[in-house]
Every structure is written in structure tokens, then in C-alpha cells.
């Protein structure tokens, strides 16, 4: 029980840290826990790289390149419910015929990170994050952030836009970018929908489990996950 506690307060002080930072910016308030929900299913949430290590991480929150422009998480690591990361092996394995693998930008989030998200994106811009009052399919274990990369060089294949970004480039149906780049995320997007999928409206690379309704909204720390 000790080292639970332990791991708990290394969360709460390390997100407490990054809305402070921000805080007097912004002016963070409202609710400070995610949506409660009744008869949702266990956790079961495993580290991807556990089930198959060749899977790539380039877990972005994880460092400064990503939108709010700061680290987020303090530890690079990519967990799903069980049976959704199942389906992301699956994809893996099977594009890696064609030599190719799957990377991973990001899959359970906690919740405290979704509200920083939603506090730190403009009004006009919040279409591509989760609103926290009702909590995201990251906070469930059951959305995944990923694209496609060549297992020779390690380097992304090209898609019409980059990761997380804020245009009508990421949309699943952008008609422009170069026939490659529309092919490549449309290879995608039929891997993942046949093993369960759905793809986000707004982002070709966001895609949500078919069960995630099943799953609870969760503010754990990776390291609390870890445990499951």
C-alpha cells in the first residue's frame, strides 16, 4: 500500500506542477475530478510494448513536441485495455509483411491531462480535444494515437498531415495532400476499422475501440496502470 500511495502523490504533484504552470495563463478552475459512472468493467489496461516490443513509441506528450509546446507526461509509455491493444498487435503484425510496423503517438491519457488539454486550446480549435466534463476515450484505455512507419529506415511513412495538427489536413477525408499520402492513411484506417475501429472525425490518426462505452472514465498515473 505504500508504494500505491507513493506512486498516487508522484501523480498528483507532477500534474499539479504542469497546471501551475500554465494556471496563470489561463485560469484553470471548474471540476477537479473526471465524470463518476456506474457498472463500467475492470481495468485492464497492459503496456503495448509488453505484448510486442517491435511496436514504435514516439509517445509526443512525453517530450516538447507536441501542441502545448511542454512535457505532460513524465514517462514515454503507451497502455490500452486489453483487448484494444490486442487489435493494435494485429495491425502490426499484419502490416509488417509489407514491411512495415505501427508507432505509437499516444493511447490512456489521465484525465487531468484531457482538462489541461481543453483549458489550453482556443475556443475555436477545441473540436480536436475532449471536453473533461464528459472525459475522453484515452481516460477510458480505448483510443489510440498512431500512424505508420518503414521498418528498414524507422522513419514515418508520409501522411497528409503531421500528427496533431489543427487543420483540414487531418481530417480522414481531406481530399488534398499527394495520392501517396492519402493512400497511406487510408491503409491505415482500413487496418484498424477491420479489427474494430473507428476512426475521430477531425484526426486520421486518432481511433477508438468498439467496446469503449464498457470502460470507466480513470485519472491513474502509468505507473498505477502498470500495476493492473
Not at 503484425?93 to 514491411?99: C, E, H, S, V
Not at 498512431?146 to 500528427?163: E, H, N, Q, W
Request: aromatic letters at 12%; one cysteine or more; proline letters at 5%.
Amino acid at each position: 500500500m505504500k508504494i500505491a500511495k507513493t506512486a498516487a502523490e508522484r501523480r498528483r504533484l507532477f500534474i499539479a506542477a504542469v497546471l501551475f504552470f500554465f494556471a496563470g495563463a489561463i485560469g484553470i478552475s471548474g471540476q477537479n475530478g473526471p465524470p463518476k459512472e456506474e457498472n463500467k468493467r475492470e481495468a485492464d489496461l497492459i503496456e503495448l510494448n509488453k505484448l510486442d516490443a517491435t511496436i514504435k513509441l514516439d509517445i509526443r506528450y512525453a517530450t516538447d513536441n507536441n501542441f502545448v509546446g511542454k512535457k505532460v507526461y513524465p514517462e514515454a509509455r503507451a497502455f490500452l485495455q486489453r483487448p484494444a491493444a490486442e487489435a493494435v498487435v494485429r495491425v502490426h503484425k499484419k502490416l509488417a509483411a509489407d514491411g512495415l510496423g505501427l508507432v505509437i503517438y499516444d493511447g490512456y491519457r489521465p484525465w487531468a491531462i484531457t482538462k489541461l488539454f481543453w483549458e489550453v486550446t482556443p475556443e475555436d480549435k477545441r473540436k480536436f480535444v475532449a471536453n473533461p466534463e464528459r472525459g475522453s476515450k484515452h481516460n477510458r484505455g480505448c483510443a489510440v494515437d498512431l500512424s505508420i512507419f518503414d521498418l528498414k529506415t524507422g522513419k514515418p511513412i508520409p501522411m497528409p498531415s503531421d500528427y496533431d495538427e489543427f487543420t483540414e489536413r487531418a481530417s480522414p477525408d481531406y481530399a488534398g495532400g499527394t495520392e501517396e499520402e492519402r493512400r497511406n492513411r487510408d491503409l491505415l484506417r482500413k487496418l484498424m476499422e477491420a479489427e474494430g475501429f473507428t476512426v475521430n472525425p477531425n484526426e486520421w490518426w486518432h481511433f477508438d475501440y468498439k467496446d469503449w462505452e464498457s470502460y470507466a472514465i480513470y485519472d491513474i498515473s502509468f505507473e498505477e496502470a502498470s500495476r493492473n
